[in-house]
């Protein structure tokens, strides 16, 4: 069966009234609001310390009244239920009252990438509809008035755009968002099964997707995470991945109100800078792809420091190598270290394995399978849950994505191991299909992150006229070192992996190209190296 749709606020959401009753019942789901929320813990506790951004404390009151002032400013413009407040914003704190804002007035959360450009965010604000963007001056040496001055030019409607921390030009300052409006309106009562918040996924081909969440299946994530990430009231979560990714926007935005704890902001990933923030915050919980992961344990023992404050620290977005994992729960004082597995749509599918005896499964798998069910269909991973996103902005999308019942294809292939837990071994269009023979290319990337002349590593498939596609190995090599088609073969070999898995061309890279995730961009590397005409030897032939 198909499930129904249901229009809200001019929003098309898919509809599943049984589950949304049991998701009810479980407690995932409820009826109040963050923005509820916000209100009784300004009035109860006003001088707790909600985000912290280098110097500026921002309390929970606040918070709110930074926050009411803009929903007022938003009402006053006719963005108010339903409508799109879009910002563009590194991790500063004024960003969580833009989304608190918007909660409050009833309006769509719309974060964008401040990596992103003209086009890209010309194509998000007009798909969205969005009535407002909030951006920097400038930020890493790009002037964003420039660009939406660009991007207006090119809009048959144009966007209002909000400046903040410098001269806006021909823009609003963000200053007149904090300005009291002549007459105040009534907030609107704000359905708990509205949408909330639009993220467009980081898709590396075809036109972005519009990923929809509601107030409810965000409540229901941030439960799950609070359930089984060891989180209790006063923690502090150091959040230096993007705001305007589902991790750093949770971390920053929900769980400080729904989990009593508190955000750390950094501006930009700086390891060493980031071991100094744990150590004098104090921070306890820490999430975010491999290369910060990676980052941090480098930083920690460069400077002496086993960060003693740190309970938590779960790694995912990205291949996650078991010997990382190991390595960290070696060097960090008392912190639980975990990979696990999710995406925008269905975010924290498993929840990691954070207790004492289950460090190898820590390491070796996904973690435990959380509150969402999952199937397992041909080895593809399908998931429905009380997390899940409520559709997608263009109901046209959804015909591939879900199941007729209602579950949604993560587009992952993986295996389940005794114990609940997950094991992901590649996309699924990702296989590289060499002579009729499947390679997951994420299988022979963790095993060869443990070959002392690799650094860094992406394996993906190119066309060959003999075999229909061969595979390349991307890598990035240790100082001094440089790796070939021989080294991965033997390696390959005394563990024991099938001649048909090893690479059978190499390239040599500085870096790989990840996008603000971390994730590493595969296309790009594909399209590199299809229009190269270098010639390339296996190693052997089958």
Same mark, same amino acid.
């Given at each position: 069966?198909?499930?129904?749709?249901?229009?809200?606020?001019?929003? $098309?959401? !898919?509809?599943?009234?049984?589950?949304?009753?049991?998701?009810?019942?479980?407690?995932?789901?409820?009826?109040?609001?963050?923005?509820?929320?916000?209100?009784?813990?300004?009035?109860?506790?006003?001088?707790?310390?909600?985000?912290?951004?280098?110097?500026?404390?921002?309390?929970?009151?606040?918070?709110?009244?930074?926050?009411?002032?803009?929903?007022?400013?938003?009402?006053?413009?006719?963005?108010?239920?339903?409508?799109?407040?879009?910002?563009?914003?590194?991790?500063?704190?004024?960003?969580?009252?833009?989304?608190?804002?918007?909660?409050?007035?009833?309006?769509?959360?719309?974060?964008?990438?401040?990596?992103?450009?003209? $086009?890209?965010?010309?194509?998000?604000?007009?798909?969205?509809?969005?009535?407002?963007?909030?951006?920097?001056?400038?930020?890493?040496?790009?002037?964003?008035?420039?660009?939406?001055?660009?991007?207006?030019?090119?809009?048959?409607?144009?966007?209002?755009?909000?400046?903040?921390?410098?001269?806006?030009?021909?823009?609003?300052?963000?200053?007149?968002?904090?300005?009291?409006?002549?007459?105040?309106?009534?907030?609107?009562?704000?359905?708990?099964?509205?949408?909330?918040?639009?993220?467009?996924?980081?898709?590396?081909?075809?036109?972005?997707?519009?990923?929809?969440?509601?107030?409810?299946?965000?409540?229901?994530?941030?439960?799950?995470?609070? !359930?089984?990430?060891?989180?209790?009231?006063?923690?502090?979560?150091?959040?230096?991945?993007?705001?305007?990714?589902?991790?750093?926007?949770?971390?920053?935005?929900?769980?400080?109100?729904?989990?009593?704890?508190?955000?750390?902001?950094?501006?930009?990933?700086?390891?060493?800078?980031?071991?100094?923030?744990?150590?004098?915050?104090?921070?306890?919980?820490?999430?975010?792809?491999?290369?910060?992961?990676?980052?941090?344990?480098?930083?920690?023992?460069?400077?002496?420091?086993?960060?003693?404050?740190?309970?938590?620290?779960?790694?995912?977005?990205? $291949?996650?190598?078991?010997?990382?994992?190991?390595?960290?729960?070696?060097?960090?004082?008392?912190?639980?270290?975990?990979?696990?597995?999710?995406?925008?749509?269905?975010?924290?599918?498993?929840?990691?394995?954070?207790?004492?005896?289950?460090?190898?499964?820590?390491?070796?798998?996904?973690?435990?399978?959380?509150?969402?069910?999952?199937?397992?269909?041909?080895?593809?991973?399908?998931?429905?849950?009380?997390?899940?996103?409520?559709?997608?902005?263009?109901?046209?999308?959804?015909?591939?994505?879900?199941?007729?019942?209602?579950?949604?294809?993560?587009?992952?292939?993986?295996?389940?191991?005794?114990?609940?837990?997950?094991?992901?071994?590649?996309?699924?269009?990702?296989?590289?299909?060499?002579?009729?023979?499947?390679?997951?290319?994420?299988?022979?990337?963790?095993?060869?992150?443990?070959?002392?002349?690799?650094?860094?590593?992406?394996?993906?498939?190119?066309?060959?006229?003999?075999?229909?596609?061969?595979?390349?190995?991307?890598?990035?090599?240790?100082?001094?070192?440089?790796?070939?088609?021989?080294?991965?073969?033997?390696?390959?070999?005394?563990?024991?992996?099938?001649?048909?898995?090893?690479?059978?061309?190499?390239?040599?890279?500085?870096?790989?190209?990840?996008?603000?995730?971390?994730?590493?961009?595969?296309?790009?590397?594909?399209?590199?190296?299809?229009?190269?005409?270098?010639?390339?030897?296996?190693?052997?032939?089958?």
């Amino acid at each position: 069966m198909n499930l129904p749709r249901l229009d809200m606020l001019g929003w $098309s959401l !898919r509809s599943d009234e049984g589950s949304a009753r049991l998701w009810r019942e479980q407690g995932w789901w409820c009826d109040e609001t963050a923005g509820d929320v916000a209100r009784n813990l300004a009035r109860d506790e006003p001088e707790r310390v909600l985000i912290v951004d280098g110097d500026v404390r921002v309390t929970a009151l606040q918070l709110l009244c930074s926050a009411d002032a803009i929903a007022q400013q938003l009402l006053a413009r006719g963005i108010g239920p339903g409508k799109v407040v879009s910002f563009m914003l590194p991790n500063w704190h004024e960003a969580a009252a833009i989304y608190l804002a918007a909660t409050l007035a009833g309006a769509v959360a719309h974060p964008i990438v401040p990596q992103l450009r003209d $086009s890209e965010v010309a194509f998000m604000l007009a798909d969205s509809g969005s009535r407002v963007l909030f951006v920097p001056a400038e930020f890493r040496g790009f002037d964003y008035r420039a660009m939406m001055v660009r991007v207006n030019a090119g809009l048959s409607r144009s966007v209002e755009t909000v400046v903040l921390r410098g001269d806006p030009g021909e823009h609003a300052p963000f200053s007149a968002l904090l300005e009291p409006v002549a007459q105040t309106a009534p907030l609107p009562r704000v359905d708990p099964d509205s949408i909330k918040m639009l993220m467009y996924t980081s898709g590396t081909t075809g036109r972005p997707k519009g990923v929809l969440h509601s107030h409810n299946s965000l409540h229901a994530l941030i439960r799950q995470i609070e !359930r089984n990430w060891h989180v209790s009231p006063g923690d502090r979560f150091i959040v230096p991945s993007p705001i305007s990714h589902i991790g750093g926007s949770i971390y920053a935005f929900e769980m400080p109100l729904l989990c009593d704890t508190s955000a750390v902001l950094q501006e930009h990933w700086e390891a060493p800078a980031a071991v100094a923030l744990i150590d004098t915050e104090h921070c306890t919980h820490m999430a975010g792809a491999t290369p910060f992961l990676d980052g941090l344990l480098g930083a920690a023992q460069e400077s002496g420091t086993r960060l003693p404050s740190l309970k938590v620290f779960i790694c995912g977005g990205a $291949s996650v190598p078991p010997a990382l994992v190991r390595r960290a729960q070696a060097s960090f004082a008392k912190a639980a270290v975990s990979r696990v597995y999710g995406s925008t749509e269905v975010p924290v599918l498993t929840v990691g394995a954070l207790e004492p005896g289950e460090e190898n499964k820590a390491a070796e798998t996904d973690g435990r399978i959380g509150i969402a069910e999952v199937r397992l269909v041909d080895g593809e991973v399908t998931a429905r849950g009380a997390q899940m996103l409520r559709g997608y902005l263009h109901a046209e999308d959804e015909t591939q994505a879900f199941t007729p019942d209602g579950f949604f294809r993560m587009a992952d292939l993986a295996r389940e191991e005794p114990g609940g837990y997950l094991v992901v071994t590649g996309r699924a269009k990702d296989i590289i299909i060499r002579n009729g023979e499947n390679i997951a290319p994420k299988e022979i990337e963790d095993i060869l992150l443990d070959h002392p002349a690799i650094a860094d590593i992406a394996i993906v498939g190119l066309p060959d006229a003999r075999t229909g596609e061969r595979a390349c190995a991307v890598i990035v090599p240790s100082k001094g070192a440089a790796p070939d088609c021989a080294a991965l073969a033997n390696f390959l070999g005394e563990r024991g992996i099938a001649k048909f898995k090893w690479p059978e061309q190499v390239e040599l890279r500085s870096e790989l190209p990840r996008n603000a995730a971390g994730k590493v961009l595969k296309n790009v590397l594909q399209e590199q190296f299809e229009q190269s005409a270098k010639k390339w030897e296996p190693v052997f032939r089958k």
